[in-house]
């Protein structure tokens, strides 16, 4: 089967992580030769297709370049489109790009967020096959006045940002801390995704419980989850955001690819599953990768497949007449 060319939908990408280490180099090559950057070459730090990273130690390092480099207009702008490139190239229809709203020396954190918008703008205006949507993504390490400002950035430009998110760090705010942002979720009109159960940490059954009050359309890697939240997960026919690569190579899970949890909830009837990518910059597997090694490890023939992509279709956050475009457009 092409996995490249089946229609696929992303749901689940954050936009810096998902920013090559090839991209960097080449934002990284124009601000040193104009004395911009005294970072060395991200190619050379992180070489491409090194495969025994640690993931501990890789995370910040990429991270340092993203907001060393990923500064200004013109960088912002690249990196952005060069992501949109990439997701288009690998047969993606529909992407839900997720951003956390982040203030530069330059740059004001809605600077940042009308600066990306505009290169989607610019992007779609020239390549018609995929339509992008922005979810703005409230850090678990943010004060409230802060993730407040985040959710008046997403209802200020709502229409090309359709939903809110709850990322970052797990193991900030344990023991059900969380809930300190429930005013925020509970009174944004948009819908939310949120990163749920991840790691031990956050899989608190007072995290679980707080993060469902707020209602969700979706969760985010539901990894480590108490039978309560099974429960609701299944009585609410949730989409969960499953990613393979990552949980797997990032050592979230255990027992590879075979014994991930994607298994259990795609038996699950009711509950819907998209696959995504997370951080392709960092797991280096593309989305038609995630479809590849759903097929090889779960044993799904090309019917299944088709019915796995098409399973996202009802939980995108951008509307009706775009679900009912991807209705026509993905494969039976
Ligand atoms: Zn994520």
Not at 12 to 18: D, I, V, Y
């Amino acid at each position: 089967m092409d996995f490249k060319a089946l229609p696929k939908i992303e749901l689940h990408a954050h936009l810096t992580g998902s920013v090559t280490r090839r991209t960097l180099h080449d934002i990284w090559e124009a601000k040193h030769k104009s004395q911009q950057t005294t970072l060395e070459d991200p190619l050379v730090v992180m070489p491409e297709g090194k495969p025994d990273y640690n993931l501990k130690s890789f995370f910040p390092l990429f991270s340092s370049y993203i907001y060393e480099l990923l500064t200004d207009v013109p960088s912002i702008q690249q990196a952005t489109t060069s992501v949109l490139q990439g997701f288009l190239e690998d047969g993606v229809v529909y992407l839900e790009l997720r951003t956390t709203p982040r203030a530069t020396p330059s740059l004001t954190p809605e600077d940042y967020i009308t600066t990306i918008l505009d290169a989607i703008a610019a992007f779609e205006q020239t390549h018609h096959e995929m339509h992008t949507r922005l979810i703005l993504s409230i850090d678990r390490r943010h004060d409230v006045s802060t993730a407040e400002n985040i959710l008046a950035l997403a209802e200020k430009y709502r229409g090309r940002v359709v939903g809110l998110d709850l990322c970052g760090d797990p193991s900030a705010r344990p023991d059900g801390q969380i809930s300190v942002f429930t005013p925020i979720f509970q009174r944004a009109s948009l819908p939310l995704t949120v990163h749920f159960g991840e790691c031990v940490a956050s899989g608190s059954p007072e995290e679980l419980e707080t993060l469902l009050s707020w209602h969700p359309g979706r969760l985010g890697h539901a990894i480590c989850l108490d039978e309560e939240s099974k429960k609701v997960i299944r009585e609410r026919n949730l989409c969960l955001e499953l990613l393979l690569s990552c949980n797997v190579q990032a050592g979230m899970t255990q027992g590879g690819f075979a014994n991930h949890h994607f298994g259990e909830w795609l038996a699950c009837d009711g509950v819907k599953v998209s696959l995504g990518t997370d951080d392709v910059g960092v797991f280096g597997s593309e989305l038609s990768d995630e479809y590849r090694l759903a097929a090889e490890h779960f044993g799904l023939d090309q019917k299944q497949i088709c019915a796995l992509a098409r399973q996202g279709i009802e939980a995108i956050f951008g509307g009706e007449d775009e679900k009912e475009r991807l209705r026509q457009v993905m494969w039976i």
